[in-house]
């Protein structure tokens, strides 16, 4: 009796752990969709200049506000029913195809090197991809528990309860997303947020390493070719012949 009540004092702790993560990471989001796809976008541009798929990577991207907004709503609304065990395992197994889908996400980001930041709580709480990878795999233990013991998971509520809930976060979650987009963010986190210092933003932080440019000349004479800078480009040789910039 005691393992059996440890086990469900467990599974509360990391089912409203879970739950609470997850209405939180939407509601970050939701405070602007935009930046949610634009970072979509981002995914869908480095994909497609891999070649993977370009031609649907460069259609997927044309509705990435679409999928933003359906993504934010969804994790806020899963959120809600894991913490109140509405249609538990419906949920638990939809999140977890959610968080394996963000952990394939944020390893690419870490792994590939081609994307710094994956979005993950939005602009207001950045984290960088070695971060977001481990959360998500923490992330994703804990969901594995839940779905491995989601018998002993139920509802907290009646059903009419639990429905109302859950309708009235969907429409909160979908109606915050059109206010927003409407008007302007609840909280703006980029630089130039209404209020903020902009000579202020724009100064380079500590650990700013300016960027550098040079432009580069091939030339080719007797077969070989040749990298020249605008420095010491042979302009008084008229036997070089410029091949590529």
């Not at 059996?4 to 599974?11: E, S």
């Not at 913490?83 to 390893?107: E, H, P, W």
Request: overall charge positive; aromatic content about 16%; some cysteine.
């Amino acid at each position: 009796m005691k393992e059996n009540k440890a086990l469900n004092i467990t599974l509360t702790i990391i089912r409203i752990f879970v739950g609470v993560l997850f209405i939180f990471s939407g509601l970050i989001k939701a405070n602007d969709p935009s930046g949610l796809a634009y970072k979509m976008g981002e995914f869908f541009e480095v994909w497609a200049k891999e070649d993977y798929a370009p031609s649907l990577m460069h259609w997927l991207n044309n509705y990435s506000l679409l999928f933003s907004i359906l993504m934010i709503a969804f994790e806020i609304v899963a959120g809600v029913a894991l913490i109140i065990g509405y249609r538990f395992k419906l949920f638990a197994f939809l999140i977890l195809l959610l968080t394996i889908f963000f952990t394939f996400l944020t390893g690419y980001a870490l792994f590939s090197g081609n994307i710094k930041e994956c979005g993950c709580f939005g602009d207001c709480i950045k984290l960088q991809a070695n971060e977001s990878f481990m959360k998500d795999l923490i992330l994703l233990a804990l969901l594995l528990i839940l779905v491995l013991f989601r018998k002993r998971i139920k509802q907290s509520f009646g059903n009419l309860t639990a429905t109302v809930i859950m309708i009235v976060s969907m429409i909160l979650s979908f109606w915050m997303q059109w206010y927003v987009l409407k008007h302007l963010p609840f909280k703006d986190c980029l630089a130039y947020g209404v209020g903020n210092n902009i000579l202020k933003e724009m100064t380079p932080g500590k650990d700013y390493v300016p960027a550098k440019f040079e432009t580069i000349l091939t030339y080719e004479k007797d077969g070989v070719k040749k990298d020249f800078n605008t420095q010491n480009f042979p302009c008084q040789d008229t036997s070089w012949k410029l091949v590529d910039s």
